[in-house]
C-alpha cells in the first residue's frame, strides 16, 4: 500500500494505538492547545499540521515512530503508516539515478541533493546505481526531521565518504536534486468559498479554515474570511463555489522560489502525487485532497490522533512550475511516474533479470507493476522537471511529455 491508498467507502475503525503513543499524543495535543489560545484562539491550519509534523521532539515525523514501511514487509505489511516508491522497489532509484547521471554529465558535475531523504533507501539505490556507472558523486542530504537524519546516517554508512547532511539550504549548487514525495509533505493551507446561508444573494467569501477549541478544549474547525494576500489567490484559481474546500501549498511554492537562488546550473527531479490545477480544483473535487495515513489506514480526518498519523495533501502541479517560472527557471519537463520511468531507461534494467529465475524474477517485477501500473502508483505519481542553463532535454520525458496541461 502506498501514500495514495484510498480511503475504504465504508472505513473499517482505525488501529487502536497503544498506551506510550496516546500519553505522545497527548503531548502534543496539549501543546496544540497552547499555540491555539495564544493565537487568539484559532491557529491556520497550514501551522497546525507544521506542529503535527515536524514540532521538535513531538511531531509525527520529529518523533521516533516507524513511518516509513520497509519493503521486505512483505504484501501484508504492519510496520510503519506507508510505503514509498524507494521502499518498495529498488529499481525505482536505480532509473532514477541513470537519468540523474544524465543530468550530472550535461552539467558537469558531481553532485547529487536530495531532500527529505526518509529511510535513506533513494539514496543508497541512486549511490549504488551510479557507483556502477563509475560516477563516484558526493551526495548532500538536507532532512528536516532530526529523528529520520540518524536513520540515514545508519543506513548510508558504508557511504559515509561520499554523503553528508546539510543543516540548511545552500548558498549554490549545480548538479541533480531529488525530492520524493517531499512537496506533498509541507504544510498546506486549507481554504474555500463559503456563503451566508441566511442571505443567499451575498455572493460567497473567501475563507481560510483553522483549529479552534470547543466549550470542552476538543479540537473544531472553524472558517475566518481569509487575508488579502491569499483571497486574491483563492479568487485567482477556484471558482466561487459556495461549500467548496481544498487545499493551496504556499510553502511549496516558496520553497521552489528559493531553489531559484540556489540551483545555478542543472536540474531538479520532483516527484509526487498531484495534478495539473484544472483537475486539482476541478467542481467535484469539493472536499479537497487531504489524506492522513495510520498504519496503512488511509482517512481524511486531520485532527485525530495528532502526531501519531501522517497529513499530506496532493500537489498542484501548475502552481509548482508558475512558482519556478517566476523563479526563473526552466520547467523543462513533466510527466507520469509510468512514463517517466520507462522513458529513463526501467526497461534495460529489468532486462537483466534472468525470467528463467522465477522466484526472484517474480520478487522483483511484481513491486515494479505497482511503479508503473496506471491504477497503483504510474498515473496518479507524476515527476516534474526543474532546470536552469540545461544544455540536454531530458530522456525521462522524450516520450509523453505533458506540460501543456500545466
Ligand atoms: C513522505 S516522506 C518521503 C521520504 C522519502 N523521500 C521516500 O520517498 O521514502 C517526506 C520526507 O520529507 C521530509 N521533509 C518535509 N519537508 C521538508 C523540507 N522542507 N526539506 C527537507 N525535507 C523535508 C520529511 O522529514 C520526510 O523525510
Redesign the pocket.
Known amino acids: 500500500m502506498h501514500?495514495s491508498s484510498p480511503p475504504s467507502a465504508s472505513r473499517p475503525p482505525l488501529p487502536p494505538a497503544d498506551p506510550d503513543a496516546l500519553a505522545h499524543s497527548e503531548r502534543l495535543s496539549a501543546h496544540l492547545r497552547t499555540l491555539i489560545r495564544q493565537n487568539d484562539d484559532w491557529l491556520p491550519f497550514d501551522q497546525w499540521m507544521e506542529q503535527a509534523l515536524y514540532a521538535p521532539g513531538l511531531g509525527y515525523?520529529a518523533a521516533g515512530s516507524a513511518k516509513?514501511s520497509p519493503a521486505s514487509s512483505g504484501p501484508q505489511v504492519t510496520a510503519g503508516d506507508f510505503i514509498?516508491?524507494?521502499?518498495l522497489s529498488p529499481f525505482f532509484g536505480r532509473t532514477l539515478a541513470r537519468e540523474a547521471a544524465r543530468v550530472l554529465t550535461a552539467c558537469d558535475s558531481l553532485h547529487v541533493l536530495e531532500?527529505?531523504?526518509?529511510?535513506g533507501?533513494?539514496a543508497e539505490d541512486v549511490l549504488t546505481e551510479l557507483h556502477h556507472m563509475g560516477m563516484p558523486v558526493r551526495y548532500s542530504i538536507?532532512?528536516?526531521?532530526a529523528d529520520?537524519r540518524q536513520r540515514q546516517q545508519a543506513r548510508l554508512a558504508p557511504w559515509q565518504d561520499q554523503v553528508e547532511w546539510l543543516d540548511a539550504l545552500p548558498d549554490a549548487f549545480s548538479g541533480c536534486v531529488l525530492a520524493?514525495?517531499?512537496l506533498d509533505?509541507?504544510p498546506v493551507k486549507i481554504v474555500g468559498w463559503i456563503a451566508d446561508s441566511e442571505d443567499l444573494s451575498t455572493p460567497a467569501q473567501p475563507v481560510e479554515y483553522g483549529i479552534a477549541l470547543d466549550d470542552d478544549d476538543r479540537f473544531i474547525w472553524q472558517a475566518r474570511p481569509a487575508q488579502a494576500t491569499l483571497a486574491t489567490r483563492i479568487e485567482q484559481r477556484l471558482l466561487p463555489y459556495p461549500g467548496y474546500r481544498t487545499e493551496i501549498n504556499l510553502q511549496a511554492e516558496a520553497?521552489i522560489g528559493q531553489m531559484g537562488r540556489w540551483l545555478q546550473r542543472g536540474a531538479a527531479l520532483l516527484i509526487d502525487y498531484g495534478f495539473p490545477q484544472h483537475e486539482y480544483y476541478h467542481p467535484q473535487r469539493a472536499t479537497g485532497t487531504l489524506m492522513c495515513h495510520y498504519r496503512h489506514h488511509a482517512h481524511p480526518d486531520p485532527l485525530l490522533l495528532p502526531g501519531l498519523q501522517d497529513i499530506t495533501a496532493h500537489v498542484d502541479f501548475t502552481a509548482m512550475a508558475d512558482a519556478a517560472l517566476r523563479a526563473g527557471l526552466d520547467v523543462s519537463g513533466y510527466t507520469s511516474q509510468g512514463r517517466f520511468l520507462m522513458n529513463a531507461g526501467l526497461p534495460e534494467l529489468l532486462s537483466e533479470l534472468d525470467p528463467r529465475e522465477t522466484a526472484l524474477y517474480a520478487q522483483a517485477v511484481g513491486p515494479v507493476q505497482k511503479l508503473l501500473g496506471e491504477a497503483e502508483m504510474g498515473e496518479l505519481f507524476k515527476v516534474l522537471a526543474l532546470s536552469r542553463g540545461l544544455p540536454a532535454s531530458l530522456q525521462g520525458f522524450a516520450r509523453g511529455d505533458r506540460r501543456h496541461t500545466l
Open positions: 501514500r515525523y516509513l514509498t516508491a524507494p521502499e531532500f527529505g531523504a526518509g529511510t533507501r533513494l538536507l532532512e528536516v526531521s529520520l520524493n514525495e517531499v509533505a509541507m520553497w
